[in-house]
T-cell receptor
């Protein structure tokens, strides 16, 4: 079965600093990988996804992530944090075994941005 | 595209009561998913439909839970004899069925509090 580990339940950065949110996955088959953002009392919004092809994927709001198969990682980065980036971020995986149908999520990382 | 709509947004119920939530997916999407998210956790898969057929159910979906999607449009999730452990955010998502377009679009969720 597949699983996702997000290192750090909370990450604090200053406005303008680099954002790095870590995600490692476990899967015996090639995965599809996703990052979602969740604002308080809201649903999840897709930031970016990796399915096949280019391993560096760009998403909305200046975020990007790189799929590294050898490290089983899909870390999320943004060069310069903005106050509006403060939210909870979830990494998720889906696999061929399930027809790429269902998502398995990590526990989430809360990003705190200080002025 | 009006997005995925969930009603109600909040529900407070007494233990032992039955509750029903509704999800209206994006009209072009033929897949509909239910997830549950408890405090401090990522969403966990419950079940999904393709059109009106329920294709997969998680072990989390106990006998007290039932989901339907009559006519392949909106879906309902009913919880019978609610327990305090059922308190959570219930998220609905929809997607296309085509494998390369199975990106979940989530609704804002229904927050259930069982007292």
């Amino acid at each position: 079965a597949q699983s996702v580990t997000q290192l750090g339940s909370h990450v604090s950065v200053s406005e303008g600093a680099l954002v790095l949110l870590r995600c490692n996955y476990s899967s015996s088959v090639p995965p599809y990988l996703f990052w979602y953002v969740q604002y308080p009392n809201q649903g999840l919004q897709l930031l970016l996804k990796y399915t096949t092809g280019a391993t560096l994927v760009k998403g909305i709001n200046g975020f990007e992530a790189e799929f590294k198969k050898s490290e089983t990682s899909f870390h999320l980065t943004k060069p310069s944090a903005h106050m509006s980036d403060a939210a909870e971020y979830f990494c998720a995986v889906s696999v061929r075994n399930s027809g790429y149908s269902t998502l398995t999520f990590g526990k989430g990382t809360m990003l705190l941005v200080s002025p | 595209d009006t997005g995925v709509s969930q009603n109600p947004r909040h529900k407070i119920t007494k233990r032992g009561q039955n509750v029903t939530f509704r999800c209206d997916p994006i009209s072009e999407h033929n897949r509909l998913y239910w997830y549950r998210q408890t405090l401090g956790q990522g969403p966990e898969f419950l079940t999904y439909f393709q059109n009106e057929a329920q294709l997969e159910k998680s072990r989390l979906l106990s006998d007290r839970f039932s989901a339907e999607r009559p006519k392949g449009s909106f879906s309902t999730l009913e919880i019978q004899r609610t327990e305090q452990g059922d308190s959570a955010m219930y998220l609905c998502a929809s997607s296309y069925a085509y494998r390369n377009r199975r990106y979940h679009t989530f609704g804002s969720g229904t927050r259930l509090t069982v007292v």
